[in-house]
Nanobody
């Protein structure tokens, strides 16, 4: 089965930290560009942070730069989102993503989503 399985969401106080995990099953994650997206209540999905597989370039949404970090563990075939100095406006459902070309087919996989709530 080809899928991304997320974990690590929860409730955290403002200023706190949280790490989300995304395990890739059925495909080799290091060959894929990876990223994290989020969707807050009543708002559209937005890109948060992504890493390009070809050269490792990382791009950030302005709202999370210097607070969020993306990483990958090749041996565990798992990607992570390390979040620090969390703010109430970071509250959203977070989705991991992996994409690449396989022949002439564009593969695009999504995690099931995990809720992050930042509140006192």
């Amino acid at each position: 089965q080809v899928q991304l399985v997320e974990s690590g969401g929860g409730l955290v106080e403002p200023g706190g930290s949280l790490r989300l995990s995304c395990l890739a099953a059925g495909f080799n994650l290091p060959y894929y560009s990876i990223g994290w997206f989020r969707q807050a209540p009543g708002k559209e999905r937005e890109g948060v942070i992504c890493r390009r597989s070809s050269d490792g370039r990382v791009d950030y949404a302005a709202s999370v730069k210097d607070r969020f970090t993306i990483s990958i563990d090749n041996a565990e075939n798992t990607m992570y989102l390390q979040m620090s100095t969390l703010k109430p406006e970071d509250t959203a459902v977070y989705y991991c993503n992996a994409k690449t070309w396989v022949g002439v087919r564009f593969q695009d996989y999504w995690g099931q989503g995990t809720q992050v709530t930042v509140s006192s």
